[in-house]
């Protein structure tokens, strides 16, 4: 009978940890989802129906492609293939019969319909991978300012390069480089540099996180702008990704991201002196 | 728990700490990639001792949590860890170190590697670093010493956990050049820290568990009121002293069956010639055994 209750008890316990998990927030580093995709389909499954339809009517597809114009111009790569495939079929029209062209119409349609599917997806893969492997362009973005300015991308082009600086409120190293951020700031300001600060607890414009990190910068005394923008964004899905805090990285005019960004505090001294390196190529680069 | 059973768990045990070691670190992919899951297992604390950074982690260190939560501005205690240790403790005690804890199975295959091994038996008063590691470097020094946003530092995962080292640094730095280019001077002092736990495991059983580990204190101090206990028959125990010998913990099951190294890992069961000792899991049945404790 005790050791009944005794089980009893056990599972109660546990239980009661489900009631906890799902309010508490406080654990170690930011959590953040990975965004998922909303459409249904992957891209390999939508282009694995398109072969399948191709496939149906195979020896009749066989023609139209034998009859197709062989020389792929911009036009063809970047127009819907569904219309390239209705063109050519257009062409050959003559070597089939009413029925034939009837349904090779069919299929041309359905696959216009899945291309535009295919050019509707989002590109996650590219925004969501960290920051070391993305291509050098920062993402475009429109947010504010924690003070409710509106400000976009079109930023990296008024400034002769921008240091970004990305960080979250409960992150110690972070914090602790505010002031030399701040004295950064006012450094680079004759050169045309800007610091801006990236609080990924602020994305989405969260009143109550966005409260605590003007508090924070207030406290250390930081000047510099800090924004925010919509976490389903290229620019959002991108910040998110990252996962060291704090990383650092370097914009030049154009907006693209120069060298590797940097992890860990710029009160190093290592990583000030790769933070310069990467400010001088940035000026190099803007001059040009 | 009746001695079959017991036996059972016990010539499984290798598997099980395989098994858990799996499921502690279950997003394997991420090895290769070089980042962290960031969902919602995170939330929760895993039972045993696992760097939240590992790539492969579903859940967050029950350690690293608590000077997360304590060394944040917001907070001086962290009641919700608190309370998921004080459970775990009482529901498994120190079964966790023995059975489901991925650095202890670390520990003890590198035991396993054939050397002259060296008993533990003169070292016990080492015992109790554990629980000076556990009061100052994750309760107080977090909490004490804090910059002027009242943030401090998780001092055991920044200056001494080999764990993070092992199972943070070192695969994300294989795969992601970021990190690399941030391994510093605390990198290589960790670093020699976990070469130190590995060479000592190889010598010594489990010295991590026994003298550093502060998850491992946390048990051990619940191992007194944990329902899982191991039960000791006077009616059949001859006293021959086999399982105090065979015990890797230094520790006698006959004079104290709850003792706070006991890691439940059953070599004393294994060993009994009279098949006298076994696992009970609940409140304790006097009637057959009597349960003496030091």
């Known amino acids: ?288 | 728990m009746d001695k079959n059973r017991s036996h059972f768990l016990v010539r499984f045990r290798g598997l099980i700490q395989a098994g858990a070691a799996l499921l502690t670190n279950i997003h394997l992919p991420n090895f290769l990639k070089g980042t962290l899951y960031q969902g919602k297992g995170k939330y929760l604390c895993v039972p045993g001792l696992n760097c939240y950074s590992c790539p492969g982690a579903a859940g967050a260190c029950p350690i690293g949590a608590f000077q997360a939560v304590v060394g944040s501005s917001k907070f001086r205690f962290s009641y919700y860890v608190t309370g998921i240790l004080i459970l775990l403790g009482v529901l498994l005690g120190r079964f966790i170190c023995g059975f489901l804890c991925p650095f202890g199975w670390l520990q003890e295959l590198l035991h396993k590697i054939p050397s002259p091994k060296l008993s533990t038996r003169r070292l016990k008063p080492l015992r109790y670093i554990k629980y000076a590691v556990l009061l100052i470097m994750v309760v107080l020094l977090p909490a004490v010493i804090v910059n002027t946003s009242g943030m401090g530092d998780p001092f055991f995962c920044k200056y001494l956990c080999p764990q993070g080292v092992l199972e943070g640094a070192i695969p994300l730095s294989l795969t992601n050049a970021g990190i690399r280019a941030a391994l510093g001077k605390l990198f290589s002092w960790k670093f020699c820290i976990l070469l130190a736990v590995v060479v000592g495991s190889v010598v010594f059983y489990r010295p991590f568990c026994k003298w550093l580990c502060p998850l491992g204190a946390v048990y051990a101090l619940m191992n007194h009121v944990s329902l899982f206990q191991m039960r000791v028959d006077r009616d059949t125990c001859v006293s021959c002293g086999a399982c105090a010998k065979a015990c890797p913990m230094d520790v006698d099951i006959t004079r104290t069956p709850n003792h706070a190294e006991c890691i439940r890992c059953g070599k004393c069961i294994k060993s009994c010639p009279t098949k006298a000792i076994c696992y009970q899991y609940g409140f304790g049945d006097k009637s057959k055994t009597e349960i003496k404790e030091n």
């Open chain 1, 1 to 288: 009978m005790k050791r009944f209750f005794a089980w009893i008890t056990a599972l109660l316990m546990l239980l009661s940890l489900a009631a906890c998990s799902s309010t508490q927030t406080s654990t170690a580093a930011a959590s953040q989802q990975a965004s998922t995709s909303e459409t249904g389909k992957s891209e390999n499954e939508l282009i694995a129906e398109e072969n399948d339809i191709l496939a149906a009517n195979n020896t009749l597809w066989e023609k139209v492609f034998a009859s197709m114009d062989k020389n792929v111009t911009d036009t063809t790569l970047s127009s819907n293939y569904g219309d390239i495939l209705m063109n050519a079929l257009d062409h050959a029209k003559d070597q089939f019969t009413d029925e034939e062209y009837a349904a090779l119409k069919a299929d041309a349609d359905k696959i216009r319909e899945i291309e535009t599917q295919i050019a509707a997806l989002p590109q996650d893969e590219a925004a969501s991978q960290s920051m070391t492997q993305t291509a050098s362009t920062f993402p475009q973005f429109e947010g504010k300012d924690l003070d409710g300015n509106s400000v976009s991308s079109s930023l990296f082009a008024d400034n002769a390069f921008t240091v970004v600086n990305f960080w979250f409120s409960g992150c110690k190293p972070c914090v602790d480089e505010m002031d030399d951020l701040n004295a950064l700031n006012q450094r680079i300001q004759e050169q045309g540099g800007e610091v801006i600060g990236i609080n990924t607890e602020t994305l989405d414009g969260n009143a109550d996180n966005i409260a605590a990190a003007k508090q924070i910068l207030e406290q250390a005394g930081a000047a510099f702008r800090n924004i925010y923008f919509d976490s389903a964004s290229d620019a959002g899905k991108f910040a998110l990704g990252i996962m060291a805090f704090p990383t650092t990285c370097v914009v030049d005019r154009q907006g693209n991201i120069v060298g590797e960004p940097i992890m860990g505090g710029i009160d190093k001294e290592d990583n000030a002196a790769t933070l310069q390196k990467l400010i001088d190529e940035a000026l190099a680069q803007s001059q040009q």
